[in-house]
């Protein structure tokens, strides 16, 4: 995940299988969790100029807006 998060050319992050950890998201991108969980916090930083779509996924611990 943190792979796919770092590639600037991934626009959409299909998800798999359940991820367990903290995520952080730095730029825009839509997360397709496909009925996944994420089991840890995710993190947007920049918020407010980043576009970013979370669909169809659980996240399971806190949900922060930087």
Not at 2 to 14: E, M, Q, R, Y
């Amino acid at each position: 995940m943190n792979t796919l998060l770092a590639d600037n050319s991934v626009s959409v992050i299909l998800l798999g299988a359940d991820i367990t950890g903290n995520v952080t998201i730095n730029r825009s991108v839509t997360i397709d969790g496909k009925g996944n969980k994420i089991n840890g916090d995710v993190t947007i930083n920049n918020a407010d100029q980043n576009d970013v779509t979370l669909k169809d996924v659980t996240i399971t611990g806190k949900t922060i807006l930087n």
